[in-house]
């Protein structure tokens, strides 16, 4: 009987310590370009997408947009250019409600680029 409780003991420490272990990742510049550089955009670009929703949902405006604009900028790095242009315009919206300039000039400056990018994708693969 002592084993066993030593056993599960032993084995919840060290399910603590492997959560514990696993990357955090934050809606920043840094975090994002270390996600990449360590081949972890999918989940970088998934965990942007969660912290965006929960912080949505709490009505954390300037979060949301955070996230939501690290999700446009990691989509933009997996060439998914109109999941780029969705996460842009919710940041972007999410800034207006919280009324943050510093945040809305953020995804503006890379919209109007997405956006030729796409059309110009969509031309290519149409045969125009």
């Given at each position: 009987m002592k084993r066993l409780l030593i056993r599960i003991f032993l084995g919840a420490i060290s399910i603590s310590v492997d959560a514990a272990a696993q990357e955090r990742f934050e809606p920043t510049v840094d975090s994002r370009r270390e996600a990449i550089s360590k081949g972890q955009v999918k989940e970088?670009?998934?965990?942007?997408?969660?912290?965006?929703?929960?912080?949505?949902?709490?009505?954390?405006w300037s979060e949301a947009s955070s996230a939501y604009g690290e999700a446009a900028y990691s989509a933009i790095?997996?060439?998914?250019?109109?999941?780029?242009?969705?996460?842009?315009?919710?940041?972007?919206?999410?800034?207006?409600?919280?009324?943050?300039?510093?945040?809305?000039?953020?995804?503006?400056?890379?919209?109007?680029?997405?956006?030729?990018?796409?059309?110009?994708?969509?031309?290519?693969v149409n045969g125009c």
């Open positions: 970088f670009h998934a965990a942007m997408e969660a912290i965006g929703s929960e912080a949505e949902k709490k009505e954390r790095s997996m060439g998914q250019l109109q999941r780029a242009i969705t996460f842009g315009n919710k940041a972007v919206g999410l800034a207006q409600k919280a009324k943050d300039p510093w945040l809305q000039r953020i995804p503006c400056r890379f919209l109007p680029l997405l956006m030729l990018m796409w059309v110009s994708q969509k031309m290519n």
